[in-house]
């Protein structure tokens, strides 16, 4: 019988915890929040809302706005592998002129850092 020997590193596992991936994420998670939180006070994200509510959508006017709007959210955003959904995310609703999916991105990431 062999003696199991108790390390301290969590109740299931010998294997030492990953903190520089658990660092990581929460990095990412921190500059997805700050770049989307500077994003909310922007004029084409005010102009989106208003075109949303209006009902207005996939215009070309909607267009250039996503455009703009992802483009500074993809230039703040680091490209990571913890990064990699939020930045798939955002260049497909640019790319699909989307400015409902836009606001909503903008709005999860202000304020959780995370669409999950």
Do not use: W
Request: glycine share 12%; proline share 1%.
């Amino acid at each position: 019988m062999r003696m199991q020997v108790f390390t301290g590193y969590d109740h299931f596992s010998n294997k030492k915890p990953d903190i520089k991936g658990e660092q990581l994420a929460r990095s990412t998670k921190g500059i997805c929040k700050t770049v989307a939180q500077r994003e909310l006070g922007s004029e084409e994200l005010a102009r989106l809302a208003v075109l949303e509510a209006e009902g207005t959508r996939f215009t070309d006017e909607i267009g250039g706005l996503c455009e703009r709007v992802a483009t500074r959210m993809l230039a703040g955003i680091t490209n990571t592998t913890n990064a990699s959904m939020v930045r798939g995310l955002i260049a497909h609703a640019a790319h699909t002129n989307d400015g409902g999916e836009i606001l909503r991105i903008v709005n999860g990431l202000a304020l959780k850092g995370t669409l999950q």
